[in-house]
């Protein structure tokens, strides 16, 4: 149990344009949902937490305008990177858990690659 | 200087060999997170445990709150064990993850 699944695998992109990912928990309610991003060789670093129909709280340095996260449902979030540029290429990866504190376990989704051209 | 160190950075073994990572943390925690990421970028969670051992096939987890260290351990490693392994600590509101240590198992 407790699969996350992420859409797409991996996108490529023209810089200017807008790109959206798809997060869903597929066997349980996934009352919060966090995404991540990481770059090569580096540790995951958190942007952003979304709760289910509340708006997302997004980490320090984090540009909530940039990153548009909706978490409309118990089983789905996205994460739009609007107006991508090249320095936005990166691996990102959300998680979910069942409950709203960060003690309770968090499962994750396979990622996804972004690559803006 | 980090608040989750992992050691060693890089980790090298024959297959069959009992390999251990250790993971030191700084700060209090509720938990800790063992995870498992493969060259294609998944993650897999391994174990979360706040006290004691646990054990899931060949692999054993440890922690001692105490000292604010766990280990990782795999037992009769084999080729596909050879994956970045992520300790993670559950600090009041956000999980602060480790840089990772690199595992290769040769056959």
């Known amino acids: 149990g407790a699969v996350v699944s992420q859409h797409p695998s991996w996108v490529i992109c023209k810089s200017g344009t807008s790109v959206k990912i798809e997060c869903r928990s597929l066997d349980f309610q996934a009352t919060t949902m966090f995404w991540y991003r990481q770059f090569p060789k580096q540790s995951l670093m958190l942007m952003a937490t979304?709760?289910?129909?509340?708006?997302?709280?997004?980490e320090q340095g984090v540009e909530k305008d940039k990153f548009l996260i909706n978490h409309a449902s118990l089983t789905l979030s996205t994460l739009t990177v609007t107006s991508a540029h090249p320095e936005d290429s990166s691996f990102y990866i959300c998680?979910?858990?069942?409950?709203?504190?960060?003690?309770?376990?968090?499962?994750f989704g396979p990622g996804t690659r972004l690559t803006v051209t | 200087k980090n608040e989750v160190e992992q050691s060693p950075q890089n980790l090298t073994a024959q297959e069959g060999e009992f390999i251990t990572i250790n993971c030191s943390y700084s700060?209090?925690?509720?938990?800790l997170h063992w995870l498992q990421q493969h060259p294609g970028g998944g993650i897999v969670s391994l174990f979360m445990l706040s006290s004691g051992k646990k054990k899931h096939g060949r692999l054993i987890a440890t922690i001692n709150i105490q000292e604010k260290h766990s280990s990782l351990h795999i037992t009769a490693s084999h080729p596909r064990d050879s994956a970045v392994y992520i300790c993670?600590?559950?600090?009041?509101?956000?999980?602060?993850f480790g840089t990772g240590t690199r595992l290769q198992v040769f056959p």
């Open positions: 993670a600590v559950y600090n009041t509101d956000k999980l602060i």
């Open positions: 700060v209090g925690i509720s938990a």
């Open positions: 998680s979910a858990s069942s409950g709203t504190s960060h003690t309770y376990e968090q499962y």
């Open positions: 979304s709760n289910e129909g509340s708006k997302a709280t997004y």
